[in-house]
């Protein structure tokens, strides 16, 4: 099952912006695979767009990140599923 696909829902469009897209989903793998605490998963993944002057972004990637640290266990279990793709 793609991250990418976990992420549909979150949000209207994927960010055109390649360095928002790819800091939501490393953020997701790390909420979702690697059990980071999510406070510092969210934090970081928002810290990390300040040195690339991404400013409008970090609205967006603090409430997309923080909805999927919200419904992680529903989000871990349909990862795990039998039928979803990895």
């Known amino acids: 099952y793609m991250l990418a696909e976990v992420l549909k829902p979150y949000l209207n469009s994927p960010p055109k912006d390649l360095e928002v897209w790819f800091t939501l989903l490393l953020a997701a793998y790390e909420l979702l695979y690697q059990g980071h605490a999510d406070y510092a998963v969210v934090n970081s993944a928002v810290?990390?767009?300040?040195?690339?002057?991404?400013?409008?972004?970090?609205?967006?990637?603090?409430?997309?990140?923080?909805?999927?640290?919200?419904?992680?266990?529903?989000?871990?279990?349909?990862?795990?599923?039998?039928?979803?793709?990895?």
Do not use: T, W
Request: proline share 2%; aromatic share 2%.
């Open 47 to 86: 810290s990390l767009l300040e040195p690339l002057k991404k400013h409008s972004a970090r609205g967006l990637v603090n409430a997309v990140l923080r909805k999927i640290a919200r419904e992680k266990k529903q989000l871990v279990e349909l990862l795990h599923s039998d039928n979803m793709l990895y």
